[in-house]
């Protein structure tokens, strides 16, 4: 892990085992409620890197810088994958029930204040104002 005192960067391998890497994400919040929220998109977020990102391929990695600001904490999510391309990052819930993708999405906007792809589409930022 690298880090400075208003940042870290933590890489974990491309696997489905999130809960304890998912706690030490969350390490800055305080509130119980508001950590809550923020774990279950953290789960969907990084759930979507290992699958979709780099296939379930366990020799590749996630990797996670988080920011702390005086404001904002800020996690920024990249796979090693091809990206998702600009149509699918839609932040609307599928109309249809058996749809098989983007339920995750949908809620990872529900859990963060706001939420930006890089331009090639394999690291999501996901902010939450303090």
Known sequence: MESSKNW?????????KLSSFVETLLEP??????AKKIELGLHE??????????????????????????NWIIWQIQDEGLGVVENKRVSSLPLKNDVKSGRGIYLIHKCFDD???????????LSFKK
């Open 8 to 16: 870290a960067v933590f890489i974990h391998p491309s696997t489905l």
């Open 45 to 70: 977020a990084l759930v979507n890197a290992v699958v979709h990102g780099n296939l379930s391929d366990p020799n590749k990695v996630i990797r996670v810088r988080r920011i702390l600001t005086p």
């Open 29 to 34: 919040v305080i509130c119980r409620e508001t």
């Open 115 to 125: 939420v930006r792809w890089s331009r090639k589409g394999n690291r999501l930022q």
